[in-house]
């Protein structure tokens, strides 16, 4: 963030809310009862600037996964503060999760090297609105019709930015099984298990009736 052309540090409060492979039915409640619920806290007290959340390996290298929210304080407000209220709220729900790890150090992504100074505030945008509909697409009560789902989204911003979506999606394909590996480059085993998983999408699409909106 700049301002007046010096660079201001951006305060983010990291949440890594973890969870064993056996409480996955659990998401759902904990994105509702304490993602949202910070989320709209923070904001409705004027302590937030952004938020989003992403699925990730736990940060204790635990097995199972972790869901890390993270919340931008604005610039007067205390990082202790937004710790209080996100703490007492997941202890509410500690019986549905594996634990929780607060964190502050992390900064956001605006250097040269990550997503720049102007596309970090878009990518800050976009990461939220993902998540809030995500959240939407986890909670009966939200009003969605046939079109809000991944595969439609995906498309339509695919299509902005004029990318040839076969090539875009065969390519993440290999580029996914590379990082899944661990590889470095299209290894037998990569190509064996990129075969593997599109021919078991195509066994199962053969067999349904395909309708994309």
Same mark, same amino acid.
């Given at each position: 963030?700049?301002r007046?052309?010096?660079?201001m540090?951006?305060k983010?409060?990291e949440?890594?809310?973890?969870?064993t492979?056996?409480q996955?039915?659990s998401?759902?409640?904990?994105?509702q009862e304490?993602?949202?619920y910070?989320? %709209?806290e923070?904001?409705?007290r004027?302590?937030?600037k952004?938020?989003?959340y992403?699925?990730?390996p736990?940060i %204790?290298n635990?097995p199972?996964?972790e869901?890390?929210?993270?919340?931008?304080?604005?610039?007067n407000i205390?990082? %202790?503060?937004?710790?209080?209220?996100?703490?007492?709220?997941? %202890?509410h729900?500690l019986?549905l999760?594996?634990g929780?790890?607060i964190?502050?150090?992390y900064?956001?992504?605006a250097?040269d090297?990550?997503f720049?100074p102007?596309?970090w505030?878009l990518t800050?945008?976009?990461?939220?609105?993902?998540?809030?509909?995500a959240?939407?697409?986890?909670?009966?009560?939200f009003?969605?019709?046939?079109k809000?789902h991944?595969g439609?989204?995906v498309?339509?911003f695919l299509?902005?930015?004029?990318?040839d979506e076969?090539?875009?999606h065969?390519?993440?394909?290999?580029?996914?099984?590379i990082?899944?590996?661990?590889a470095?480059?299209?290894?037998h085993?990569?190509e064996?298990?990129a075969?593997?998983l599109?021919?078991?999408a195509?066994n199962r699409?053969?067999?349904?009736?395909?309708?994309?909106?």
């Amino acid at each position: 963030m700049y301002r007046g052309g010096e660079v201001m540090v951006e305060k983010w409060l990291e949440a890594h809310i973890f969870f064993t492979d056996d409480q996955r039915n659990s998401i759902s409640i904990v994105l509702q009862e304490v993602v949202k619920y910070c989320a %709209d806290e923070l904001k409705s007290r004027n302590m937030r600037k952004t938020f989003h959340y992403l699925f990730e390996p736990r940060i %204790d290298n635990k097995p199972g996964f972790e869901i890390l929210f993270r919340a931008e304080a604005q610039e007067n407000i205390s990082l %202790d503060e937004m710790e209080r209220i996100v703490r007492e709220r997941i %202890d509410h729900f500690l019986h549905l999760i594996d634990g929780e790890q607060i964190t502050k150090g992390y900064h956001g992504e605006a250097s040269d090297s990550e997503f720049g100074p102007d596309g970090w505030q878009l990518t800050k945008q976009f990461l939220e609105v993902g998540s809030e509909i995500a959240i939407g697409r986890f909670s009966a009560a939200f009003r969605k019709g046939e079109k809000f789902h991944p595969g439609k989204l995906v498309h339509c911003f695919l299509n902005q930015q004029r990318v040839d979506e076969e090539k875009f999606h065969a390519d993440a394909l290999i580029g996914r099984v590379i990082i899944t590996l661990h590889a470095t480059s299209v290894t037998h085993e990569v190509e064996s298990r990129a075969g593997n998983l599109l021919g078991e999408a195509l066994n199962r699409l053969r067999s349904q009736q395909i309708r994309f909106l």
